[in-house]
């Protein structure tokens, strides 16, 4: 089984990127399933359900995962309340609308994917180590195959899941930093691990923004409407082939592609 995870969508060059890059990548690597992380899709912050509907409806793309910006847009949450396709973080605290993890289909086989947001540098929410144990064990239940969205802002909570989980899911990945780092690797235990899977968007950016606007608040430490860069876009994430019998994977590839 190869299973396609992609970084940050960024507004809309990330969208088009995605859209365009999407179905060759797809035929090139034979993907069976394909994970996107849409949490700023929606101008560089949030998304909203049009966007989210458009990004499920186009084809290519089994489950959207998201972060701390998934509240950006206010009306994203009616719609996420009933859209199980698109998840929040599982370990905000009960009540929070919305899905955390699932299981869906792909071929004869089942994949469970599953979401959470770190604590080092973001909003206080529940332990993300303690709601992966509990929801782990649900998920391997009903798929040998589960994936990891770790959407975590240090490098370090990223890279003690993947080792707390390593030999219990597929993959654990890093998403939120929107800077791809270079650790793929496979684990002793069987989990494809990479710290950040990297931003899908605007190339000639600052994570996305525009590079003159933050140049300016760096220099002026003055409040500055961040928008998103224009110009060339490009795909960054990564491939990873999964034994779907056991759930182990074999070997892991980054991507980082032009559109």
């Not at 034979?30 to 509907?53: C, H, L, M, S, W």
């Not at 499920?56 to 509240?71: A, F, Q, R, Y």
């Not at 939120?176 to 235990?189: S, Y």
Request: hydrophobic share 45%; glycine share 10%; proline share 7%.
């Amino acid at each position: 089984m190869n299973v396609l995870m992609v970084g940050d969508i960024f507004g809309d060059s990330g969208r088009a990127a995605l859209t365009k890059l999407l179905p060759k990548i797809r035929q090139q690597h034979a993907i069976d399933v394909a994970v996107v992380n849409i949490e700023n899709a929606a101008g560089g912050f949030g998304v909203t359900p049009q966007i989210a509907r458009s990004v499920l409806e186009g084809g290519g793309v089994d489950v959207l995962t998201s972060g701390n910006h998934i509240w950006d847009k206010k009306e994203i949450i009616p719609y996420i309340g009933k859209e199980n396709l698109l998840l929040r973080p599982a370990n905000f605290p009960p009540g929070t609308p919305g899905f955390g993890h699932i299981t869906v289909k792909a071929g004869p086989h089942r994949v469970g994917v599953l979401n959470l947001m770190g604590r080092i540098f973001m909003n206080p929410i529940d332990c993300p180590f303690r709601k992966a144990d509990e929801l782990v064990a649900e998920l391997r239940r009903e798929a040998p195959v589960v994936l990891v969205d770790m959407h975590s802002e240090a490098t370090s909570e990223v890279m003690a899941l993947g080792w707390y989980l390593d030999g219990r899911v597929s993959a654990v990945v890093g998403t939120h930093r929107h800077v791809q780092t270079a650790d793929e690797r496979v684990l002793p235990g069987g989990t494809a691990y990479i710290t950040d899977l990297g931003m899908t968007g605007p190339i000639d950016s600052v994570i996305g923004v525009d590079k003159d606007i933050i140049i300016q608040r760096f220099l002026t430490q003055m409040p500055i409407r961040f928008e998103p860069a224009k110009g060339p876009a490009a795909l960054r994430g990564v491939v990873i082939a999964v034994d779907p019998d056991t759930g182990r994977a074999t070997s892991i590839r980054r991507l980082d592609i032009a559109a």
